[in-house]
T-cell receptor
C-alpha cells in the first residue's frame, strides 16, 4: 500500500498562510490524494482532494508536485478554528481501504 | 439530511461482554467504514464494505465482526470485550471509492473495564 509521510506538528500564526507538506514517493498513477482534518473531540472532515492538477476550494488549496511524489495543503489565512490534525491519504491502489497515517497537528497562535 | 448516525455515543462495558455499535447513513452511499481511534493516535481501519452483502477486513479487524445487509446500515459487533478495545469508534461512508468524500459520524466512545 502506498504510504504518506507528514511532519508530526507545525505551528502557525493567525491570519498567515500555512503550507502543510505530505510526501508520497510510492504513489501510483491511479492514486488520488485526499486531505482530511480532525478538530479536537470531533470526527474527521473532508478538506480537499486531487489527482494531478492543483485544486482549490473554499477551505484550502492543494498543490501537487509534477512527479506527484509530494503535495502541499495550503490554508491561505489560518484562523484559530483551523487548529486540528491534518491527514494526507492516498486512495486507489488499496481497493476499498482508506488508510489514515499519523497526520500533522497544526497549532495556530493568536 | 442526518448524514451518518452512530449509536450509542458513550458506553461502558465489562470485560467479556459483547455489544453492537450501530451506524446508519441516509445518503445512499455504497461504501462504509469503521475506524477506531485510541487516545492521541490516528485512525485505524477495522472493517469496510463496498456494498450490501460485501465486507472486508481493514488494518485491525481482530475482535470485531461486521455485517451489511442493507445499503443504509453497517453495524460493528464486539465479541468478548477486552480493555484493549477501549477507544473512540468512527463510522464513515462515501459515494465513490477513489474520489468520494468520506462523511464521518460523531463517534462512539467505548470504555472496557
Amino acid at each position: 500500500d502506498a504510504k504518506t509521510t507528514q511532519p508530526n506538528s507545525m505551528e502557525s500564526n493567525e491570519e498567515e498562510p500555512v503550507h502543510l507538506p505530505c510526501n508520497h514517493s510510492t504513489i501510483s498513477g491511479t492514486d488520488y490524494i485526499h486531505w482530511y482534518r480532525q478538530l479536537p473531540s470531533q470526527g474527521p472532515e473532508y478538506v480537499i482532494h486531487g489527482l494531478t492538477s492543483n485544486v482549490n476550494n473554499r477551505m484550502a488549496s492543494l498543490a501537487i508536485a509534477e512527479d506527484r511524489k509530494s503535495s502541499t495543503l495550503i490554508l491561505h489565512r489560518a484562523t484559530l478554528r483551523d487548529a486540528a490534525v491534518y491527514y494526507c491519504i492516498l486512495t486507489g491502489n488499496q481497493g476499498g481501504k482508506l488508510i489514515f497515517g499519523q497526520g500533522t497537528e497544526l497549532s495556530v497562535k493568536p | 439530511n442526518a448524514g451518518v448516525t452512530q449509536t450509542p455515543k458513550f458506553r461502558i462495558l465489562k470485560i467479556g461482554q459483547s455489544m453492537t455499535l450501530q451506524c446508519a447513513q441516509d445518503m445512499n452511499h455504497n461504501y462504509m467504514y469503521w475506524y477506531r481511534q485510541d487516545p492521541g493516535m490516528g485512525l485505524k481501519l477495522i472493517y469496510y464494505s463496498v456494498g450490501a452483502g460485501i465486507t472486508d477486513k481493514g488494518e485491525v479487524p481482530n475482535g470485531y465482526n461486521v455485517s451489511r445487509s442493507t445499503t443504509e446500515d453497517f453495524p460493528l459487533r464486539l465479541e468478548l470485550a477486552a480493555p484493549s478495545q477501549t477507544s473512540v469508534y468512527f463510522c464513515a461512508s462515501s459515494k465513490g471509492l477513489y474520489t468520494g468524500e468520506l462523511f464521518f459520524g460523531e463517534g462512539s466512545r467505548l470504555t472496557v473495564l
